[in-house]
C-alpha cells in the first residue's frame, strides 16, 4: 500500500505550514494535495501561493484522499468530521494535529476500527525544521507508522512518544517558537537600546540563535557546556547571565512551560 492523496481540513496557520513544507521540500507534491477550510477565502488563498486543489466540502476531500490531516481547533473535530465519518471504513488513515485530544478519542467516533495518529507539530515545518511528535492509536500497524513518517520526514525531525508525555512536548517543541519568538524580540529590542539600527539588531539576533542551535546540534553540546564555553570569568557573559538569573529569566520559562501543560491537559 501506498499513500496517494493528502487531504487536509483547516488552512490556517499550522495547516498551511504543511502545506508549504511539503511544496518546498517537492513542488511535485502540490498534485497530490487537496485542501478544504471552512472559511473557503483562506483554502483558496493557499492554493494559489502553492498550487494544490481546493476541495468543494470535507466529504469531498475525504472521499478522494488516502490519508486525511485535521488541522482544526479541539473542539471542532466533530463538526469537521460528522459528514464523513462514513468514509473512513475503506483503509483511510486520519491524522490529527489537534493539542489535547487523545488517540482513544478520535476513534471513539468511528464505527470501524480506523488508523489514527496524533500528531503535534511546530509552525517551523514551513522550512523544513519542524519537531513532529507522534503517537500511533490502536489499529495502527508498522507499516501504516513508516509510510506515515516517510511522508513527514521532509518537514522536520520526528520523534515518537507515549500519549501520556504529549502534553509536556507541546510545550516544549509546539509552544516553543513563541516563546523563543519572545526572547528574540527582547534581544533585537535591548540591540536597538543599545545604539544598533532595528535591521542590524534582528540580523544579529537570528543569526545568533541558529548559530547556537547548529552548535547543540552538530557539536552535541549539553546547553551548561556552550554556557560555560562562551563566559569567561568575571566576563561579559557572565555579568549578563548574573543579572538573567537574578531576574528569574529560568524560572519564568519553567512557568511557562507548566502553564502550557495544564492549558494542553484541558483542552483535552
Keep these: 500500500m501506498k499513500i496517494g492523496d493528502i487531504g487536509l481540513i483547516g488552512a490556517g496557520n499550522i495547516g498551511s505550514a504543511f502545506v508549504r513544507g511539503w511544496v518546498g521540500a517537492d513542488a511535485a507534491m502540490a498534485s497530490r494535495l487537496v485542501v478544504a477550510d471552512a472559511a473557503g477565502f483562506v483554502a483558496e488563498r493557499l492554493a494559489e501561493e502553492t498550487g494544490v486543489t481546493v476541495a468543494g466540502s470535507n466529504r469531498e476531500l475525504v472521499e478522494r484522499c488516502d490519508l486525511v490531516l485535521v488541522a482544526v481547533k479541539p473542539g471542532d473535530i466533530e463538526s469537521s468530521l460528522t459528514d464523513c465519518l462514513d468514509l473512513f471504513g475503506m483503509g483511510k488513515i486520519i491524522v490529527s494535529l489537534a493539542a489535547g485530544r487523545t488517540t482513544t478519542s478520535l476513534e471513539m467516533l468511528f464505527t470501524v476500527g480506523v488508523p489514527v495518529i496524533r500528531l503535534m507539530?511546530?509552525?517551523?515545518?514551513?522550512?523544513?525544521?519542524?519537531?513532529?511528535?507522534?503517537?500511533?492509536?490502536?489499529?495502527?500497524?508498522?507499516?501504516?507508522?513508516?509510510?506515515?513518517?516517510?511522508?513527514?520526514?521532509?518537514?522536520?525531525?520526528?520523534?515518537?512518544?507515549?500519549?501520556?508525555?504529549?502534553?509536556?512536548?507541546?510545550?516544549?517543541?509546539?509552544?516553543?517558537?513563541?516563546?523563543?519568538?519572545?526572547?528574540?524580540?527582547?534581544?533585537?529590542?535591548?540591540?536597538?537600546?543599545?545604539?544598533?539600527?532595528?535591521?542590524?539588531?534582528?540580523?544579529?539576533?537570528?543569526?545568533?540563535?541558529?548559530?547556537?542551535a547548529r552548535l547543540l546540534i552538530e557539536e552535541g553540546l549539553s546547553p551548561t557546556e556552550l554556557r560555560h564555553r562562551v563566559t569567561s570569568p568575571a566576563g561579559t557573559t557572565a555579568a549578563g547571565l548574573a543579572q538573567l538569573e537574578r531576574d528569574g529569566v529560568r524560572s519564568a520559562i519553567i512557568d511557562a512551560v507548566q502553564v502550557t501543560v495544564h492549558r494542553s491537559n484541558e483542552l483535552g
Design 121 to 212: 507539530p511546530n509552525v517551523a515545518v514551513a522550512v523544513g525544521a519542524g519537531t513532529l511528535v507522534l503517537a500511533t492509536g490502536e489499529h495502527v500497524d508498522l507499516e501504516t507508522e513508516e509510510m506515515v513518517t516517510e511522508l513527514l520526514a521532509p518537514l522536520g525531525r520526528i520523534v515518537t512518544l507515549p500519549e501520556k508525555l504529549f502534553s509536556a512536548a507541546t510545550a516544549i517543541s509546539g509552544s516553543g517558537p513563541g516563546f523563543m519568538a519572545l526572547i528574540a524580540d527582547g534581544f533585537i529590542d535591548a540591540g536597538v537600546m543599545a545604539g544598533l539600527p532595528g535591521p542590524v539588531s534582528r540580523e544579529l539576533t537570528v543569526s545568533m540563535l541558529e548559530g547556537t
